[in-house]
């Protein structure tokens, strides 16, 4: 089992649609969660990072984490074709090996117009 | 420019030479961090530093690969004997870790090498 997994993609929605984007991990001892967005050839740029259970927003993206399921997830509303790119789960481990991050194979989200 | 910097950006090597690549952090971090990513794959941790210190390097990290942080700012990434499974972008990232907050992660731009 991978430590941290993604939905299979690619994901493609149409413009205006809610994209929804899964993560799952492995360690129960992970502290810190993080999404990045990675267009084609450019680095990983964060755009959200979540620590507690329940729901966490900024504008038109939401991280819902989950630890008892180990699931973490990113809801982009009113999706727009700047938005397609792969998106990045990132764990971030505790313990001794804190600061770590163990990303997922990414999701690639096309938006249509 | 106040984020992280990488130099070169393209590397192309033949197999056998060794390269080094930099990465310059934000200035206030004390984290410095090495990832590789190879196509259609998320970053792979590579190693870390905390100020000079290299706190924690992967297992799966063969000993032709190095790195250094000598004066706590700047590091260097060298690769002895390249192969042509290194291929990739080797990216770096620096945070701050204190005693609060969860020491985000700011990637550089990456050096993308090539082993021929």
């Known amino acids: 089992q991978k430590e941290v997994e993604q939905n299979s993609g690619p994901l493609s929605v149409p413009e205006g649609a809610i994209a929804s984007l899964n993560c799952t991990y492995s360690?129960?001892?992970?502290?810190?969660f993080f999404w990045y967005r990675q267009y084609s050839g450019k680095s990983p740029e964060l755009i959200m990072f979540i620590y507690s259970n329940g729901d966490k927003e900024d504008g038109r993206f939401t991280a819902q984490l989950n630890k008892a399921s180990q699931y973490v997830s990113l809801l982009i509303r009113d999706s727009q074709p700047s938005d397609s790119a792969t998106y990045l789960c990132a764990v971030m481990a505790g313990g001794t090996s804190y600061g770590k991050l163990t990303f997922g194979q990414g999701t690639i989200l096309t938006v249509h117009p | 420019d106040t984020g992280v910097s990488q130099d070169p950006r393209h590397k192309i090597t033949k197999r056998g030479q060794n390269v080094t690549f930099r990465c310059d952090p934000i200035?206030?971090?004390?984290?410095l961090y090495w990832y590789r990513q190879t196509l259609g794959q998320g970053p792979e941790f590579l190693t870390y530093f905390q100020n000079e210190a290299q706190l924690e390097k992967s297992r799966l990290l063969s000993d032709r690969f190095s790195a250094e942080r000598p004066k706590g700012s700047f590091s260097t990434l060298e690769i002895q004997r390249t192969e042509q499974g290194d291929s990739a972008m080797y990216l770096c990232a620096s945070s701050f870790w204190g005693l609060a907050g969860v020491g985000i992660q700011y990637f550089g731009a990456g050096t993308r090498l090539s082993v021929l």
């Open positions: 200035s206030e971090h004390n984290r």
């Open positions: 360690d129960r001892g992970s502290q810190s």
